[in-house]
């Protein structure tokens, strides 16, 4: 049996495998992903960002309502297809974020939580990379207090989250990564899922809890679906499923699948869909 008629359904992650870090989308990727809708296979988004920022990102890109299902937050949350409503699969409670607020609590280092149109913040560090970021996400940053001790200001995180994020200078990576280590902690995972962001969710949350989410739907076996990503953050997805991994993804990560593709920018998905008859 092909690979393409095994195949029932494909998922795909935004950053970095259908768009590239500068928030572009390809030409041939845009067409690529319109011939996959002309197949009927049933098609997903599994993003770390929430739902209906990806979803405002490929309505622009591509066409309204593209995909027939939709994941965000890295697997904590998704869009129910008969009731419209972004359903929680998981969160990160509010006594957990006072924890790692302290946890990050490091001048270059802001933990963030996106709140309908804004980003929640720790603080600012007036990073470069901060206004651009945020204007690619559609939210606005606003600082609050993260600390319990200060409950008078009326400015404070005050409910519980699908996921926490922590922003940093990629030129700040080391500082990042020396906090990770530090942390002696079972309860969350750390993913970093691009040059300036990393993902905090609760431990057992991953993108293989969207793509079991997907097969459960569908009614279909996990290697039945095909799913395409980058980044650390999309391994529980690619690991769970019959996973592609595009080709600037480190070497760490390739090593662990069985499918590799070309990097986003010589738009991977397309070279892979079109090597396996997917699209003409």
Not at 61 to 68: G, S, T
Not at 105 to 115: G, I, S, V
Not at 243 to 270: F, M, N, S, W
């Amino acid at each position: 049996m092909s690979l393409k008629e095994k195949i029932k359904a494909v998922m795909f992650d935004l950053d970095g495998t259908l768009i590239d870090y500068n928030y572009q989308m390809s030409d041939r990727v845009k067409n690529t992903l319109i011939e996959m809708k002309k197949t009927g296979l049933p098609l997903a988004m599994n993003s770390g960002r929430p739902v209906w920022i990806s979803k405002k990102v490929i309505d622009e890109l591509v066409c309204e309502n593209f995909f027939d299902y939709s994941f965000g937050c890295n697997g904590s949350e998704y869009l129910d297809p008969v009731s419209k409503d972004i359903k929680l699969l998981s969160s990160v409670k509010l006594s957990e974020i006072y924890e790692l607020n302290k946890m990050f609590d490091h001048p270059k280092l802001m933990l963030c939580a996106y709140d309908n149109d804004h980003l929640l913040m720790n603080r600012n560090t007036g990073a470069d990379f901060i206004e651009s970021w945020l204007a690619k996400r559609y939210v606005k940053a606003k600082v609050v207090d993260f600390d319990p001790v200060n409950r008078q200001n009326e400015n404070i995180i005050a409910k519980d989250y699908p996921k926490l994020l922590c922003l940093f200078d990629k030129d700040d990576r080391s500082i990042l990564d020396e906090v990770v280590a530090g942390i002696k902690d079972d309860r969350f995972n750390f993913m970093v899922s691009g040059p300036y962001c990393m993902e905090i969710v609760p431990k057992g949350v991953s993108k293989a809890v969207a793509c079991d989410k997907f097969a459960e739907i569908l009614n279909i076996n996990n290697d039945e679906i095909l799913s395409f990503g980058d980044s650390d953050n999309d391994m529980g997805m690619l690991l769970n499923s019959c996973g592609v991994i595009l080709g600037h993804a480190p070497e760490r990560l390739k090593c662990q699948l069985q499918y590799i593709t070309d990097g986003v920018e010589a738009d991977g998905v397309y070279t892979f869909l079109k090597k396996e008859g997917f699209i003409a």
